[in-house]
Each structure stands twice: as C-alpha cells, then as structure tokens.
C-alpha cells in the first residue's frame, strides 16, 4: 500500500517540504529513513499529529547534523544512544538509529543494539504503533506493516507484538490502556489474557517509569476513562493498594476541567487521584512513584489542608482570615481542594483566595516603613502583616492610609 498522496494531504506544507529534504541528504548518506510510530497509526487514522518519530537504517546523529547545519532549527544529540531531536518553531523532528533491544531480566531496561528497521518495528509495544512509511526516493509512501498494524486498526484492536511483551516490560500494561480508551478499541483476547497475568509484573518497573505513564494517562482528554478500567483490572491497586476508582473521581476530573486550563489540568488530577488516601497511603504513593520534591510537597499539602477545610466552612470569614488560613499552601493543594470539596461555602472561599485575595499587595514596602521611622526587626515585620490585614478587610485603600495606619503603629 503506498501512502504518498495520504501524506501530502495529511501534513502541513512546510513538514512535507522538510521531509523531503530529509529523504535526499539520507539518500546522499547512503541511508534509508523512515516515518514511524504513532503519527503513522494517526495518518492511518485521519488524527492529526505533528509529532514526527523518524527511525534511520544509518546514523542518526550524523543525519540530523547534516540536517542542522541547511536548516534554521536547534539541535539536542544524545550520542549515546543514537538519537537526535530537532525542534522548529511550531513541530519537533524525531530522529533515531533503528535498534533491537533485548531485556536481561523482566522490568529492566533493555540493551540497545544497532540493527534494522524491522528489528526496530519489533521492540515496540502494539501492532498498531509497529508500523512505518518509507520516505526513501525508490518506494516514497510504502507502508511497511510487518504485524498487521493496518489491520488491527480497522478492527479497533490492541494487540501486543510476542506473549512476553507485558512481562518484559510492564508499563505496556498502562500503555494499552491508555489507547484502548483514547482511541475506543478493544484489547485483542489474547493481549487481554496476557496483560491479566502479568500485572504483577509492574512491581518490577521503577518508579520514574510508572509515574511518566501515568502522567501520559493524566494528559488525555478524559483520563478517567483509563483511570476507571485501570481500577476494574487491578492495575490501580498493584501501584498503590489504596487507589482506587469510584465514581467521585470522574465527577471531580469533570469539574477541575471545567475551572482550569488544560496546561493545569495533569497535576490536577494527580492529586485529586490521591485524594482519597490517608496520609500513609500517599506516602507510599510518594515513594513508590519516586515523585519528585516540589509535587510530593503538593501532594502533602493538599491531604494537610483537606484535614483543615472545616476552618474554612464559615461565610462570614473576614478576607484576612481566609488568607492566613491559606497562604502557606502550596497553591496546587489549594486547586484541588476547591475542586474536590463538598462543601459550596469551602469553594467559594478557596476560590475568593485563588482569584483574588492572593494578589493583594499593601502599597507601602519594608523600606518605605522604615523611612517613616519604623525600625527594621520583628516590630517592622509586625506592622507589615497588619497593614497587609487591614487592606484585605478594605480597612485602608491607598498608600496615605496606610502610611497614616502605620503611624498610629510606630512603637
Ligand atoms: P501518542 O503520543 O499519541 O500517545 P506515540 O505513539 O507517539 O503516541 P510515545 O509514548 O511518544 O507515543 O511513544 C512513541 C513510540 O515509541 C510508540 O508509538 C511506540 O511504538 C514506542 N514505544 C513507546 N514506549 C514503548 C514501550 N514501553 N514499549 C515499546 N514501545 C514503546
């Protein structure tokens, strides 16, 4: 099946103009480059996705070079493993070395070694991210199928590549999901028995490994789709015996789309998805998923301010209160909680404090204190907080107030 005509239809101009360019410096290099992974799936498909993967019978690294120097892009090269990515102004190339890869023990990373295209075609996770188109002068357009990919996409199947494909590395069992419910297919029955069996297997995977599939589960439109099957098969409950799917999750995945950006939307998530846990449970979640520094503190924060919403369940709080009650929480526990809390006076002044009272600034600063005489010290920092006090509750509302405030202050 040749697919050139699909492919000028499919990419924007300038891709197809650099795709192109690609082909005849790989052609003058003796090389052979191929488009692969899911755009192919996507163009098959009719999705758009400019994330082009390219795999190269050849050296990569030193293709992209060539390819750096005629073109106005920036390079990153990871020579190591013969990879390069080239990034423009509105898309990312992709470039790799065709490798085989074969796995010392389930779980662990595999050994890379340079090989063919079909050898590359075979370490990949699902028939219909295994295939590729030739972008070679002789056979530009080819779709080269080697499992059926096309296939499996016309029957909405899942299917891995060989039985032992989920043990030898078990985050497939996330990855499968994650497609399963994005694009609405089915795991093929034998795929469907052999990821049952190897769930355990996911104890084996580090936890870097399982959090970045995770966040790719969280970036999906709906991820509570996946989350809610990961939970009926037990996925959910092998990462963290706490986790759990309920109905609450999807109500509350719903509502923080409904309040935020979607750039917000994966932390979000993340942390409504722990919610439910105890301070226990979401330490293990922690340290399972080797989450980093700055998250795990928000993760932290959100359960340590959950215990405290009852403080917060008053309308006739003065602003002032409702910020000191919450400035020291870092402010994705404080979108959570707005999300995930019952209570409609807790929302209404968590979102007060989120739109608005975290902004007010008093107008007068230290130095400004301490030209109207005030020391500098504790009894400086004192005044400062009341200042800030009194402009939250509109008790001052402008710099003479406030000057005139601080005054009446000065020890
Ligand atoms: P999308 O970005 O739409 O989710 P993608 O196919 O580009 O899809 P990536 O996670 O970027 O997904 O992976 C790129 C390709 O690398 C996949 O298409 C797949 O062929 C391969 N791949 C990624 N992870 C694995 C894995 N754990 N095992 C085998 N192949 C993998």
Redesign the pocket.
């Known amino acids: 099946m040749n697919l050139a005509l699909q492919i000028e239809h499919y990419l924007p101009q300038q891709l197809l103009e650099l795709a192109r360019n690609i082909s005849l410096e790989a052609e003058r290099l003796g090389q052979k480059i191929y488009l692969?992974?899911?755009?192919v799936?996507?163009l098959l498909l009719g999705y758009p996705?400019f994330?082009l993967?390219l795999v190269i019978e050849g050296d990569a690294v030193e293709l992209a070079r060539r390819i750096a120097e005629i073109s106005d892009t920036k390079l990153i090269i990871h020579p190591r493993f013969g990879t390069a990515k080239l990034s423009y102004s509105n898309f990312t190339l992709d470039m790799a070395t065709a490798r085989g890869e074969t796995y010392a023990r389930p779980g662990a990373l595999p050994t890379v070694t340079p090989g063919s295209l079909n050898g590359d075609l075979f370490?990949?996770?699902?028939s219909i991210?295994?295939m590729a188109i030739s972008l070679n002068q002789n056979n530009y357009g080819e779709l080269i199928d080697p499992y059926q990919g096309k296939n499996d996409l016309e029957h909405h199947l899942i299917r891995i590549l060989h039985p032992r494909s989920f043990s030898d590395?078990a985050?497939?069992i996330l990855?499968a999901i994650?497609?399963e419910q994005r694009l609405e297919f089915e795991l093929e029955p034998q795929t469907a028995q052999l990821l049952k069996r190897d769930i355990p297997m996911l104890n084996a995977i580090s936890g870097d490994r399982v959090r970045h599939e995770l966040e790719?589960i969280l970036r999906e439109r709906y991820p509570e789709y996946a989350i809610k099957r990961l939970g009926e098969l037990g996925v959910l409950q092998r990462i963290n015996p706490s986790l759990n799917y309920d109905g609450w999750i999807a109500k509350k995945f719903d509502k923080a789309r409904s309040l935020n950006k979607p750039s917000q939307l994966p932390l979000l998530y993340l942390c409504l998805l722990v919610y439910p846990l105890d301070e226990k449970g979401n330490e293990q979640f922690i340290h399972r998923l080797n989450i980093p520094k700055k998250l795990a503190c928000a993760l932290r924060d959100t359960l340590r301010l959950k215990s405290q919403l009852h403080l917060l369940d008053k309308s006739f709080l003065k602003y002032s209160e409702i910020y000191y009650l919450l400035h020291e929480y870092d402010l994705l526990a404080i979108q959570t909680n707005a999300i995930a809390s019952e209570s409609s006076v807790v929302c209404s002044n968590l979102e007060l404090f989120l739109t608005k009272l975290r902004y007010v600034k008093t107008s007068l600063n230290g130095e400004e204190l301490k030209r109207l005489g005030i020391s500098a010290g504790p009894e400086l920092g004192k005044i400062l907080q009341i200042l800030h006090k009194a402009k939250l509750d509109g008790e001052v509302k402008n710099k003479a107030e406030e000057e005139k405030l601080a005054l009446l202050l000065k020890p």
């Open positions: 692969v992974g899911g755009v799936r996507d996705n994330d993967d370490r990949r996770d699902f991210n295994a590395d985050t497939r990855r994650r497609y790719l």
